[in-house]
């Protein structure tokens, strides 16, 4: 069943799986949903609930940051007035432009291919130099920082093995990745996303999910779990319902 | 659900220590401190390759020159 992340039904769940995007939203103090997050979130939390995030979740978590530092970065260098190659510019003003049309903060990882693209035909390998040096200065330090912040919060690591949270654990059938495929398939649901839904799909204590991911909420609406858990969101449930 | 006052006396903790965490990872003053610092370096390599291509160009090597 999904519910609004409003509902209070949330406020008596005490094992609550998290999908990435809340996590990136309740870090990313420029996300749209951030503050609402923390607004939600911690009477929940207050109220006795543990939250869980699974380790897809941590390696879409650094995805996303990795995308928002090194934006932030070419912002900073054009800011400064560092040169920029002429094709390169010219990509990144264009990706700028149709980003802020479509309400997206940082570049995509297509644009990111797309950037690094215009300077490989830079002569002498000073392009490939370029790309190395900005990845060097935007990403230094951050991916293990980002392991360290999370450990500093509410939010805890569930391992696969971890038998307080899935008891069945310990059993060879779980999680049967074949179920994630199955889900995958019958849904055009992205793997890491498949992935994190089949963690519940039976074998866990986790009592609800929270996402904002429309795919995961529209293979929910539509059977993709065997043993339905509440899930709950912060996008607009008219959709699912 | 009952949470005992110890608990929430641990969960009040947790909720300081990640703001201090947030603010941390969203601040970006270490990356502007950087990239004002690298600045000058990196024009200047830039500006200093360019002129050894400009006479590589105009002087080639011999095997090269047509």
């Known amino acids: ?44 939390y207050l109220g006795g609930a543990d939250f869980y995030y699974v380790q897809p979740c941590l390696l879409e978590f650094k995805e996303y940051w990795r995308r928002k530092k090194l934006t932030e970065c070419i912002e900073l260098r ?19 432009e149709d980003n802020a049309r479509r309400q997206h903060l940082y570049l995509s990882d297509r644009q ?24 060097q200065q935007a990403l230094v330090g951050t991916m293990s920082s980002l392991e360290a912040s999370l450990a500093q919060t509410r939010f805890k690591y569930a391992r696969f093995n ?22 995958q398939e019958k849904f055009g649901l992205a793997a890491s996303d498949a992935a994190i839904l089949n963690m519940t799909n039976g074998g866990s204590n986790i009592d609800a999910l929270i996402s904002n991911d429309g795919d995961m909420l529209f293979a929910v609406a ?5 043993a339905p858990i509440d899930i709950y969101t912060f996008l607009d449930t008219s959709f699912y319902v | 659900m009952t949470v005992t006052t110890e ?7 947790i909720l300081e220590r990640e703001k201090l965490a947030i603010f941390q990872i969203n601040d970006t003053s270490d990356l502007q401190e950087r990239v004002r610092k690298e600045k000058a370096k990196n024009n200047l ?18 095997d090269k020159a047509l």
Not at chain 1, 115 to 133: D, F
Not at chain 2, 7 to 13: G, L
């Open chain 1, 112 to 135: 990111l291919k797309d950037l690094r693209a215009t300077l490989e035909n830079v002569a002498a390998g000073k392009g490939v130099r370029y790309w190395l040096e900005l990845c």
């Open chain 1, 1 to 44: 069943m999904i519910h609004s992340a409003q509902d209070a039904l949330l406020d008596g769940a005490e094992r609550v799986l998290v999908d990435s995007n809340v996590i990136i939203a309740f870090f990313d103090q420029r996300h749209k949903f951030h503050a609402q997050t923390h607004q939600r979130l911690t009477p929940v």
């Open chain 1, 78 to 96: 054009i800011k400064e007035g560092y040169y920029l190659y002429r094709k390169f510019k010219k990509a990144f003003n264009d990706f700028s």
């Open chain 1, 222 to 226: 539509n059977g993709a779990l065997r």
């Open chain 2, 7 to 13: 608990e929430q006396k641990k969960r009040q903790d």
């Open chain 2, 45 to 62: 390599d830039i500006v200093r390759d360019s002129e050894d291509d400009r006479k590589k160009i105009a002087n080639p090597a011999p």
């Open chain 1, 162 to 183: 971890d038998d307080d949270v899935f008891p069945l654990a310990k059993r060879e059938e779980w999680p049967n990745w074949k179920d994630a495929d199955v889900i």
